[in-house]
């Protein structure tokens, strides 16, 4: 079974903290994806990765960040938290080609 | 540009039909996918459908792809409580490895 885990499922943090969210993956996959997820607005891509320290913004990367220095472990990073980035925040991998992305279960960050 | 729309919510009865319904914008997708959210957990690919085919069935699960409208769809049978979830239809554009998610549509059954 292919396995997604994020390193929290509940984060709170201050308004200016730098915030690490970090993802692995098991199953040798090139491909990694962090995505935000809010209401009516489904998935939006924030940066992915095809490969080991490479990256490519998505559609949202304004105020994220990304380090993938292993090909298991992709992080995001809020350099300086701000309240409009209250949400669930979701990591995804995929072979190379592409195709089917699998999913971790979420970390869902409350900035106050 | 790249754009995936789906209705944000759908109600129906325990034992009825379900039907979701989603549109794309680009003509070069080569895969069509339904992803499920059941509460509190991240998105498992339910079924997904080739862009040269027009149906796959899979148990209770029918996908419908509609080409020259840019429509897919998404019929469960006989819905179950345990459908009740989000469901997001994505599509992944010629070659490259990004998926384009809708906004998903929140199924909710009633007794």
């Known amino acids: 079974d292919v396995k997604v885990t994020q390193s929290s499922r509940y984060l709170v943090k201050r308004t200016g903290e730098k915030v690490f969210l970090e993802c692995v993956q098991d199953m040798d996959h090139e491909n990694m994806f962090w995505y935000r997820q809010d209401p009516g607005l489904g998935l939006r891509l924030i940066y992915f990765s095809y490969d080991v320290k490479m990256k490519e913004k998505g559609d949202i990367p304004e105020g994220y960040s990304v380090s993938r220095e292993k090909k298991e472990r992709f992080s995001l990073i809020l350099e300086s938290a701000s309240t409009n980035q209250t949400s669930m925040y979701l990591c995804a991998s995929s072979f190379a080609g592409g195709g089917e992305q699998y999913f971790g279960p979420g970390t869902r960050l409350t900035v106050t | ?111």
């Open chain 2, 1 to 111: 540009g790249e754009d995936v729309e789906q209705s944000l919510f759908l109600s129906v009865r325990e034992g009825d039909s379900s039907v979701i319904n989603c549109t794309y914008t680009d003509s070069s997708s080569t895969y069509l996918y339904w992803y499920k959210q059941e509460p509190g957990a991240g998105l498992q690919l339910l079924t997904y459908i080739f862009s040269n085919m027009d149906m796959k069935q899979d148990q209770r699960l029918t996908v419908l792809l509609n080409k020259k409208d840019k429509h897919l769809s998404l019929r469960i049978a006989d819905t179950q409580t345990g459908d009740s979830a989000i469901y997001f239809c994505a599509e992944r554009v010629s070659s490259a490895s990004k998926i384009i998610f809708g906004s998903g549509t929140r199924l909710s059954i009633r007794p």
